[in-house]
């Protein structure tokens, strides 16, 4: 892959980390003991005037950030992982053959391992 098409691609994973990142700051933080993990942030609620009610609403709102969390969270390390892959020279080529991975697939899904014949056998 060349470097003006190594530079797009690049640009493309950047815009889309900041957006997930975005993402993940609306449900969560940094968890402040690893940088590279994030975790579900509890939503603020006064315990002492909470009813059960509100106590069971705020549980299933943490419980529901918890899994929008996770799903971005993969989306995210997948889109650093490809960066990586820029920075290695790895980048467009399928992890499980070392094959150029299509251009029409990258542009699908710029953060993409392996090329279609092999993205359900990771
Ligand atoms: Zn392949």
């Not at 402040?32 to 509890?42: F, G, I, L, M, T």
């Not at 969270?73 to 992890?95: F, M, P, W």
């Not at 991975?101 to 391992?113: D, G, K, M, W, Y």
Request: charged fraction near 30%; charge should be negative.
């Amino acid at each position: 892959m060349n470097t003006t098409d190594l530079e797009y691609f690049k640009n493309k994973l950047e815009t889309e980390l900041a957006k997930l990142e975005s993402e993940l700051k609306s449900v969560g933080r940094v968890n402040p003991s690893n940088p590279n993990d994030w975790e579900a942030v509890q939503p603020e609620m006064d315990v002492m005037a909470a009813d059960d009610n509100e106590t069971a609403d705020s549980l299933e709102a943490f419980e529901e950030n918890t899994a929008i969390l996770g799903e971005l969270e993969i989306q995210y390390n997948e889109v650093r992982h490809a960066l990586d892959k820029i920075e290695s020279g790895t980048y467009g080529t399928c992890e499980t053959t070392g094959k150029t991975i299509p251009r029409e697939r990258l542009e699908a899904n710029p953060s993409a391992r392996t090329c279609l014949t092999h993205a359900d056998m990771k």
